[in-house]
């Protein structure tokens, strides 16, 4: 994956965690104009937007790359939730509506009285701005009956999602543990900042921290990098490296 990708996905999750952590969704759930509903909506059709620009693609396009940067195990649901959505966004961007449009559109933003207005792209006129959203609307009658709950962890998809990051960041549990050891393979996503990473997903005895079997002269079962032996000496490398310092993980 490339740095771009890399990026991407660190900031989609910045933007995904306050929505899975009970603690933040409870503070921020009557947040103004939207709250947490709208910055995600926004932030991520602004990526949308700027794909389309950087890749010189379609809208559609950027959505099915947009799900393209993320593990294996999200990509379906996300998939699904450009089916149920994809369709509005995609005439919004073909009609030159920016994400502050479509996302009010959707009603996932609103303007509440007295509020300073949130927008990522500032409109030069709010009567332009509000007939935007209503030409937006009246091209798509049925919104209000597939939205009847404007939470983005509500979407069909995005909720599925919603409830493995509830898992990983409430939990602390990895989002791919095939051998239930607590530790998993993906680059991120492991349930927690400082665990580390598993070198073998199919045995429950390998991952960082286990304890070394025969000083790991053939496997690496603690997952340090460090396993075989020293044919000079005869003893395995993990004993001369590592053999007075404490497992960690």
């Known amino acids: 994956m490339s740095k771009a990708a890399i990026s991407w996905v660190i900031l989609l999750l910045v933007v995904c965690i306050p929505l899975v952590n009970s603690r933040l969704t409870t503070n921020l759930k009557n947040g103004v104009n939207g709250g947490v509903d709208c910055a995600t909506c926004s932030i991520l059709l602004g990526i949308v937007d700027h794909l389309t620009i950087v890749y010189n693609e379609s809208a559609a396009q950027s959505l099915e790359r947009l799900c393209s940067f993320l593990p294996d195990e999200y990509q379906l649901y996300c998939k699904a939730a450009v089916d149920f959505l994809g369709p509005y966004i995609i005439d919004g961007f073909i009609k030159g509506d920016n994400p502050d449009v479509i996302c009010h ?72 543990d095939i051998d239930e050891d607590r530790f998993g393979i993906e680059a991120t996503l492991r349930g927690s900042s400082w665990r580390g990473k598993d070198c073998n997903d199919f045995s429950s005895a390998i991952h960082p921290g286990a304890h070394v079997v025969d000083g790991d002269g053939i496997t690496d079962h603690n997952c340090n990098g460090i396993y075989g032996m020293n044919s000079a000496s005869g003893k395995p490398w993990e004993d001369e490296f590592c053999n007075e310092t404490q497992r960690m993980g």
């Open 105 to 176: 559109a959707l009603k996932f933003c609103t303007d509440e009285p007295d509020q300073p207005k949130c927008r990522i792209y500032p409109s030069k006129s709010p009567i332009l701005f509000a007939q935007r959203v209503l030409n937006f609307r009246q091209r798509h009658p049925l919104i209000s009956l597939n939205l009847k709950d404007s939470k983005i962890c509500q979407i069909p998809g995005i909720k599925e999602i919603c409830k493995i990051l509830e898992n990983i960041f409430n939990n602390h549990m990895p989002a791919v």
